[in-house]
């Protein structure tokens, strides 16, 4: 079974500071995706971010990027210029790209709840 | 496109009671999945419906059911409510014809059992 870890419960930035949260997972499987989701106070979970694993590209998206060690199994959430709305708590998440991944659920970590300090 | 969204937000119910969630997904979206998070257990997944059928199914107990709508509206039901089924219940829907595949989710349900 697939698993996700996020090791830190409890992340602090200063605000335009950049800060990184780290996810480890291990799979056995050679085809995935990989997300990142944050969910702020109220509750609705956002997409952050987006790895195909078979893409060597770090994908990036404005302020936030990924940095994916397929060998090592690990995908971390860079967030630059840390801005006050990105406090919240942040998920990894797995997804097998079995059936190319049109089926198939979400397995999450546990989060990393990030504070913006201004 | 309108978001998903899910009804009611909150809801109080007492033990031994039954209860009935809902969740409309994005328009085009016939995938609908359904998550539990609580504070000890994190976001764990119950079950995922498509075209009225269920694809997939988390490790939750018989009391936990579900449904799908031709319109793919899906509903899920939790029989005989126990303390330990108090939890944000997350619906989320996906476009299954192509990639990304990624889920977009609701809001949530916020369920207290008491």
């Known amino acids: 079974a697939q698993t996700v870890t996020q090791s830190q419960p409890e992340m602090s930035v200063q605000e335009a500071e950049t800060v990184t949260l780290s996810c480890t997972y291990d799979?056995?499987?050679?085809?995935?995706?990989l997300f990142w989701y944050k969910q702020p106070p109220s509750r609705q979970m956002i997409l952050v971010i987006r790895?195909?694993?078979?893409?060597?590209q770090n994908a990036t998206e404005n302020r936030f990027s990924v940095n994916f060690q397929k060998a090592a199994k690990s995908f971390s959430l860079k967030i630059s210029d840390s801005q006050l709305g990105d406090a919240a708590m942040y998920f990894c998440?797995?997804?097998?790209?079995?059936?190319?991944?049109?089926?198939?659920?979400?397995?999450f970590g546990k989060g990393t709840k990030l504070s913006v300090k201004p | 496109k309108a978001g998903v969204t899910q009804t009611p937000r909150y809801l109080i119910k007492t033990r031994g009671q039954q209860v009935t969630l809902s969740c409309s997904p994005i328009?085009?979206?016939?995938?609908v999945s359904w998550y539990q998070q609580t504070p000890g257990q994190g976001l764990q997944f119950l079950f995922e419906?498509?075209?009225?059928?269920?694809?997939n199914k988390g490790n939750f107990p018989g009391r936990f059911s579900g449904r799908q709508f031709s319109n793919s509206r899906s509903e899920m039901n939790v029989s005989t409510l126990e303390l330990g089924d108090s939890a944000l219940y997350l619906c989320?829907?996906?476009?299954?014809?192509?990639?990304?595949?990624?889920?977009?989710f609701g809001p949530g349900t916020r369920l207290t059992v008491t």
């Open positions: 790895q195909e694993a078979y893409k060597q």
């Open positions: 419906y498509f075209s009225e059928t269920q694809r």
């Open positions: 328009s085009g979206h016939r995938s």
């Open positions: 989320a829907s996906r476009y299954d014809r192509g990639p990304p595949y990624e889920q977009y």
């Open positions: 799979t056995s499987e050679s085809d995935y995706y």
């Open positions: 998440a797995y997804r097998s790209a079995f059936y190319g991944g049109s089926q198939g659920n979400l397995i």
